[in-house]
């Protein structure tokens, strides 16, 4: 979605590897080191389920701590004119992400701006604690992984002024507010996607390898992130239901669009669906039999799986309250579904997949929507 003409102020675009390549790693300069190091503990420490007012405080200073990350990191990833990159969907062009070959620099400044950005939106949206804690450990993930910062709390010391004046940007309107939001919210989203299919592809790689410690560590790191899917979500949707339905929805099909959008043109979504299939094939085998060969495979393929499968569960749970018993944007008038009841196949179907791989599955399920398999379409909105 443009911001020109819309009357809102939207957030700029974010650009993230493509997570199907090889990904650089990145060989961080002092500055760039104690930074990560600092957010990295600031996100390890905020009290999700704490005061409202510490809190925010925390949640300030871990603001604070990643705009000092992506200051360090922009001599090695400015990236200029990112929107005039090729888009691979109409969903990237809508919610204003690309992907493109970056270098270990620029994709970890993007990530640190993201992050930022989604930090400083979190100050003010009304989510839960779970979703909170699910966030920012995913958040923290990725500054791990991407800069290898360690956690150093007496680093943190000196944030607390700083934290202090750190009050999230107050906009002109509240609408402005709700709109960014949801942009925000998905590219911290989309950032979890890709990482998540970096970790992943390179446990695939491990396990081809014969490496099953080293595969399992990688699924274990996936997993932090498939974990921070639906709390990214909920952190976009932390908006009315009437704003979404009168302001929000319009935008999304034609004509501010060329083509209605569907959840199944989110490619780097799409690119990790692709790599949980590709982990099944590869490890096919009932969990009762991994597990008395490489136990530790085994349970970290469950909880990446269960994980996955929470995450379409309360893909439901999230769309209910917005759209209530509305079609998606894709569906014709005749359908006999709707939103709600396609994204529940989906679970279904995707419970049903994993039933033998994990030790409490949802075998009830797995006959039943044998005959509807071809029906679960994108993720509707």
């Not at 906009?171 to 989309?190: C, D, F, K, N």
């Amino acid at each position: 979605m443009a911001d020109q003409g819309s009357g809102y102020a939207l957030p700029p675009v974010a650009v993230f590897p493509d997570a199907t390549r090889p990904h650089p790693m990145l060989c961080p300069g002092a500055e760039a080191r104690a930074a990560a190091g600092r957010l990295a503990a600031v996100l390890a420490a905020v009290p999700a389920f704490g005061r409202a007012g510490e809190r925010a405080s925390a949640l300030r200073a871990a603001t604070c701590a990643a705009t000092r990350l992506a200051r360090a990191l922009s001599a090695a990833g400015s990236l200029t004119e990112a929107d005039q990159l090729p888009v691979r969907s109409p969903v990237q062009s809508y919610f204003r992400v690309r992907t493109a070959a970056l270098t270990a620099g620029q994709a970890a400044h993007q990530a640190a701006q993201v992050i930022c950005r989604g930090l400083a939106d979190l100050c003010e949206a009304p989510v839960s604690g779970s979703d909170i804690a699910r966030e920012t450990a995913a958040m923290r993930q990725v500054v791990v992984d991407l800069v290898g910062g360690e956690e150093s709390p007496e680093d943190t010391e000196d944030l607390g002024g700083e934290a202090a004046a750190a009050v999230p940007e107050r906009w002109a309107r509240q609408e402005e507010m709700w709109l960014s939001r949801w942009i925000t919210g998905h590219h911290v989203h989309v950032l979890f996607n890709v990482y998540a299919t970096i970790a992943l592809r390179q446990a695939l790689e491990r396990l081809r390898e014969g490496a099953v410690r080293e595969a399992t560590a990688q699924i274990a790191r996936a997993t932090v992130y498939v974990q921070g899917f639906a709390a990214a979500r909920a952190h976009a949707a932390a908006l009315p239901a009437d704003f979404y339905n009168a302001t929000v929805r319009p935008t999304m099909v034609p004509t501010v669009v060329p083509v209605p959008l569907s959840g199944s043109m989110h490619m780097e979504y799409r690119e990790y669906r692709d790599t949980i299939g590709e982990l099944i094939e590869v490890l096919p085998d009932p969990i009762e039999d991994l597990a008395l060969r490489e136990p530790g495979l085994a349970f970290a393929r469950e909880g990446l799986l269960e994980a996955d499968l929470i995450e379409a569960e309360r893909h439901v749970c999230l769309v209910e309250p917005v759209v209530g018993s509305e079609r998606s944007l894709v569906q014709p008038p005749a359908t006999m579904d709707n939103a709600v009841s396609v994204l529940r196949l989906m679970r279904h179907v995707r419970a049903a997949g994993i039933a033998s791989l994990v030790r409490f599955g949802d075998h009830l399920v797995a006959g039943a929507v044998q005959h509807r398999q071809g029906g679960a379409g994108g993720s509707p909105r």
